[in-house]
C-alpha cells in the first residue's frame, strides 16, 4: 500500500516530537537529569601540620576549617583529626599506625538547592591509605543520600546527592588515615570537598581542599 507525502512527513514529524516530548516529561518528572555543566570556583587550600606520635593518644583534637560563601551560599569543611593508634590491632590498621579522623561538610542555600557533595582524598605517598567505615553509625546525613564509597586507593572518595532539591545539607564520616610505615616517613594527603549547588540560575561548583602533614621530627 502506498502512503501518500502528506501521510509520511505527518508519520516522520510525529516520530520527531514523541520522543522530545517523552524526553522532556521524563525530565520533569525527574528520571533523565538534566546535563551539569557548573562553573567551577576553586577556595585556596587550608593547611594544617603536627608531630606525629611514639604512642596511642586519645587527647588528640586537632581540627581545620575551610569555608566559602556568597550572597546566597555558605559551605564549610570541618577535619577534625580525633585520636592517634599506635599498632592499632582493628580494621583497618592490623598492626600499623594512623589517625581517626571526623569529616563534616554542611552546605546551606538561601536561593537555590544543593545538588552534591564529593569528598575525595588524595594520598601524597604510596605509604598511607584511608578507610571509610561503611557502618551507617559511622555515617550522618541530613537531605543527602549516600551514592558511592570508594576508599583504600590512591585517590579515595565519598559521594552524596542531594535528596529534593534541599536548601541544606550535611554529610558526616569518621575515616581512618593508616600509615604503612614503621615511624620513619612524613606522611600528606589532600582532602578536597567538593560541592555543586543550584543557585537559582546556574549551577556551581565550589572546590574546597585542606591539606594534612604529618611529620616524624
Known amino acids: 500500500m502506498e502512503i ?3 501521510k509520511w512527513a505527518s508519520a516522520a514529524l510525529l516520530s520527531i516530537l ?3 516530548s ?3 516529561t521524563s525530565r520533569l518528572a ?3 537529569p538534566e546535563p551539569l555543566t557548573p562553573e567551577t570556583v576553586q577556595v585556596e587550600t587550608a593547611n594544617w601540620k603536627t608531630f606525629r606520635p611514639s604512642q596511642d593518644d586519645e587527647t588528640i583534637f586537632h581540627r581545620t576549617q575551610s569555608t566559602y560563601q556568597d550572597a546566597s551560599v555558605f559551605i564549610e569543611l570541618n577535619v577534625t583529626l580525633c585520636k592517634y593508634e599506635e599498632n592499632g590491632i582493628y580494621w583497618p590498621f592490623e598492626g600499623g599506625d594512623g589517625f581517626n ?4 561538610a554542611t552546605a546551606n542555600i538561601t536561593k537555590g538547592f544543593v545538588h552534591s557533595f564529593v569528598i575525595r582524598f588524595y ?7 584511608l578507610a571509610v567505615h561503611r557502618d551507617p553509625d559511622a555515617i550522618r546525613l541530613h537531605n543527602v543520600d549516600l551514592k558511592d564509597i570508594v576508599d583504600l586507593e590512591p585517590t579515595s572518595s565519598v559521594t552524596a546527592l542531594g535528596i529534593g532539591q534541599p536548601g541544606n545539607s550535611m554529610l558526616e564520616i569518621f575515616p581512618l588515615w593508616v600509615f604503612h610505615d614503621q615511624n620513619s616517613i612524613d606522611h600528606q594527603m589532600t582532602v578536597t570537598l567538593e560541592t555543586i549547588y543550584f543557585n537559582g540560575a546556574a549551577y556551581r561548583e565550589i572546590v574546597m581542599p585542606i591539606q594534612l602533614e604529618v611529620t616524624i621530627s
Open 22 to 24: 517523552l524526553l522532556a
Open 18 to 20: 514523541i520522543p522530545i
Open 30 to 32: 525527574g528520571i533523565t
Open 4 to 6: 501518500s507525502g502528506k
Open 101 to 104: 579522623l571526623r569529616l563534616t
Open 123 to 129: 594520598n601524597g605517598d604510596s605509604n598511607s591509605s
